[in-house]
Structure formats: structure tokens, C-alpha cells
């Protein structure tokens, strides 16, 4: 099979197109001919060594996937060869940049049926990420007010999207690029972080602060200040502390996405009902993703990048 590998800690430039060996599924696994493949920036960090996974060399990035099940290993019930699935694969393990991935059953489910197979695999990670960090993290509930700092960025649309189905008041960040849609996520209020300040566009208090932005952490310390006592500041940059205020009860709590089956299964619905809406920027061959990753390191790539590998 086709893949995209890299045999080496290091720049873009150590990822290959190349031939691999198909996988086979151990029991508990399926193996998925994959339709759509993700790009996340996270693929590049694991790729540079800038983020504590172990990975085993050569190693295939992409850990959001959408395809069909191949084959199944012992033990798996409830997936069937030739079902159309998606998931959130183990980044320590052979990702999805490659025309086959094993994958553990219990990562995956039903894939959507009113999107392209292939542009599934744009949301499982980042949606999860913005479920978790909105109501496991955050305790978001309804009628309350959040503000998302980075609404941009891909994680940034689901959880407007979702703070808004779920009844809140949904204050967000964006730059003049991306203002529209973020307005057509839902947001009730879009801020240009580009030219206001956001201690003064952001004048009420919110019970959830859910940062998704590298921004200056003094920054992110000055808006504890916007949250109201005994409210949340969740976060995505695991790089830096996220802060909090004890005196207030405003607890801190720094995200790291885990698979969720039950999760992404609601997730599933939600976009078959129409309640959620998948975006595309890009969908490029897998031969091609290199160069994304070049793009990427060069603050080039906006929006979700679908990865497509070749037919067989």
C-alpha cells in the first residue's frame, strides 16, 4: 500500500511517499480502507518531537480517519466488512496517512451519511475536542455565557456550533478571515482580536472561558478576570499553565482530548440531523501531504485539510 511515513524525528522534510506493508488486524481491530485522512497540527509537532507521544519508527501520521472496515480481527462485534466508519486513532500508533490503518474497534463508529466519506474524517478530533472542553471540562450549560478565544481555527467552529445548540450566550474571537464563519457557527458576538482589545469588548462576565489560541499567557491570565466566580477557563495549549483563581473558584483545567465512542456517535447524529455542519478548506492526494505539512510550518494552511490517498 501507499503511505505517507517519516523514519526520522525532523522537519517536513523527512516525510516519504512511499510503499509500506499492509496491516493486519489483531484481535480487537478492524482494518479500514481509508477514504479521508485529517491534517492536524499536532501531526506536525509529534513529527518534529516538540510533544511527548512515543512514536515507533518509521512511523505513519493522521489520527482522524474515515473509511470502510477491510477486514476484522477476533473478538470485534458490532462492525461488519464493508461498513462505512470514523474514528479518533491512538497517536502513539500507525496513523491514517496511508490507503489501509488498523485501528481498535472501540474507537470507531458509524460514519455520517449526509457528508462525503472523505470529509468525515475532518471532525472526529477537533469536535471531541470541543465537546469535552465545553461540557466535561467547562460544565457548560444552558443560559450560560462563554467566550472563545481562537473561534477560528478548526476546533473554534465546533464549539461555537455546540455552545450555541446548547442554549448558551456564545462570545468569539476571529480574525477579519475568518469572521463569517464564525458568525455562521452561531456566535452571538464576534470579536476581532486583531484590532480590540478583548478586556474591553468582553465587559460582562462569562462562566466559561474556553481558549483555543497561542495567546501572550499574560493575556490569558488578564481574561480570569472576565469570568465570573466559580466559573471555568478551559484550555487547548498544553504548552503553557492554564490559569485559574482560587480566591474565586474559577477552576483551570487544560484539555486533552481522549477517544469517546458514545461521544463521537452523538457527534455522528448531530451532523445527520443537521445540527452540525462539517467544513472543508482543502482535500488534497496523499501525495501531497508533505507539502501540507511545509505549508503548515509556515503558518499556510487555514481550515481543515482532507488528505485523500489513491485508489487501489
Known amino acids: ?45 509529534i513529527r518534529a518531537g516538540r510533544l511527548p507521544i512515543p512514536v515507533t519508527l518509521p512511523h505513519v501520521p493522521g489520527y482522524d480517519v474515515s473509511g470502510t472496515v477491510d477486514a476484522v480481527g477476533d473478538g470485534v462485534d458490532g462492525l461488519t466488512v464493508g461498513q462505512a466508519v ?50 466535561d471540562d467547562g460544565g457548560l450549560v444552558a443560559g450560560q455565557r462563554v467566550l472563545v478565544v481562537g473561534a477560528g481555527g478548526p476546533v473554534g467552529g465546533y464549539a461555537v456550533q455546540l455552545a450555541k445548540r446548547a442554549g448558551a450566550y456564545v462570545i468569539a474571537t476571529a480574525s477579519p478571515r475568518s469572521r463569517a464563519s464564525v458568525s455562521a457557527a452561531g456566535a452571538d458576538e464576534v470579536v476581532d482580536h486583531t484590532a480590540t482589545d478583548l478586556l474591553d ?32 477557563v478551559v484550555s487547548t495549549t498544553a504548552w503553557m499553565p492554564t490559569p485559574g483563581d482560587d480566591e474565586r473558584h474559577v477552576r483551570a483545567v487544560t484539555v486533552f482530548v481522549r477517544p469517546d465512542a458514545e461521544q463521537l456517535a452523538e457527534l455522528v447524529r448531530r451532523i445527520d440531523r443537521g445540527e452540525l455542519r462539517v467544513e472543508v478548506a482543502e482535500r488534497v492526494p496523499l501525495s501531497e501531504l508533505p507539502a501540507i505539512h511545509r505549508r503548515a510550518a509556515d503558518g499556510q494552511v ?5 488528505v485523500v490517498p489513491p485508489a487501489d
Do not use: C
Not at 474514528?87 to 463508529?109: E, I, K, N, R
Not at 462576565?205 to 491570565?221: G, M
Not at 487555514?302 to 482532507?306: E, I
Open 86 to 135: 470514523v474514528g479518533f486513532l491512538p497517536m502513539t500508533a500507525d496513523g491514517s496517512a496511508a490507503q489501509y490503518v488498523v485501528a481498535p474497534a472501540d474507537v470507531l463508529v458509524g460514519a455520517p451519511t449526509t457528508i462525503p466519506l472523505a470529509d468525515a474524517a475532518a471532525f472526529p478530533s477537533v469536535a471531541l475536542t470541543a465537546w469535552q472542553a465545553l461540557f
Open 1 to 45: 500500500m501507499k503511505a505517507v511515513r517519516f523514519h526520522e524525528i525532523g522537519g517536513p522534510e523527512v516525510l516519504r511517499y512511499e510503499d509500506a506493508e499492509q496491516p493486519t488486524p489483531v484481535p480487537g481491530q478492524v482494518r479500514i480502507a481509508i477514504a479521508g485522512s485529517a491534517f492536524n497540527p499536532a501531526d506536525g509537532n
Open 302 to 306: 487555514h481550515g481543515k485539510v482532507v
Open 201 to 232: 469588548a468582553v465587559s460582562e462576565p462569562v462562566d466559561v472561558l474556553l481558549n483555543l489560541a497561542p495567546i501572550d499567557p499574560a493575556e490569558l491570565h488578564a481574561l480570569v478576570a472576565r469570568v465570573r466566580d466559580g466559573g471555568a
